[in-house]
Structure formats: C-alpha cells, structure tokens
C-alpha cells in the first residue's frame, strides 16, 4: 500500500492511501506544497492544481476524523480532524495515521504532500 507524507515545519504526518482512481490521481500529482485553511470547524482546505476521476467513488461520504478527501464539487483536497456531515461529491483518498487534531486550529497551514521514501 502507497502511504504520503503531510510535512510542515518540524511536524509530520502519515497517511495511508486508498487504492482507488482517485487516490491514484492525487499521487500522481505529487509533490505539493499546499496552504491548508480551516473550513466549517472540522477540516483543513486547499486547492489542487487538478481536478481528481471521480470514476468508481460513491455518491457520498460520511468522513470521520483522520480522512483525507477530495470534494470533487469544489475541487479541493479536505483533511478532516473531526467528524463531517455527510457529503454528496466527496471521496475518501485515505487515512491519516496519529492525531489528526493536530490540524485543529483557524490558522493557515503550510505543508508540504509527497510520497514516503518507504510504502507498506
């Protein structure tokens, strides 16, 4: 399995990716350095350069804290550290793996995505 690396600052994160058209998509855009900005409270938002396949994905996804997600309606990536409401359009890519309340918080965040030197 892909895992990615979320890396800002001295902090870091790992996520474990999906194997879905999607998540393929996302990796092959990588590296990508981001600003993540908080949104409605329980995730972090930012563009991508381009829009994911939405071949295969549901039609929605209830995301739980810790998912990493694409909102196809908005093109954006999402990393939710708390709970969302179920949302039409969005596709889970994966799962971070440790504390994803360490996202909390209003202030924009730099990070860099890439892949990690080693996949499991």
Known sequence: MMTVEIV????????????????????AQLPLTLILKDYGGNEKIAD??????RESAPEAVTP????????APWGNLAIFYRDGHHSPGLIRLGQLRGDAAKFAGTEPLSVTIRRAERSE
Do not use: E, I, K
């Not at 800002?8 to 990796?27: K, Y």
């Not at 991508?48 to 396949?53: S, V």
């Not at 739980?64 to 909102?71: I, K, N, R, S, T």
């Open 8 to 27: 800002s600052g001295s902090r870091s994160w790992t996520v474990q990716m999906n194997d879905g058209p999607a998540a393929r998509d996302f990796l």
């Open 48 to 53: 991508l350069p381009h829009p994911l396949t």
């Open 64 to 71: 739980q804290a810790g998912d990493v997600a694409f909102y």
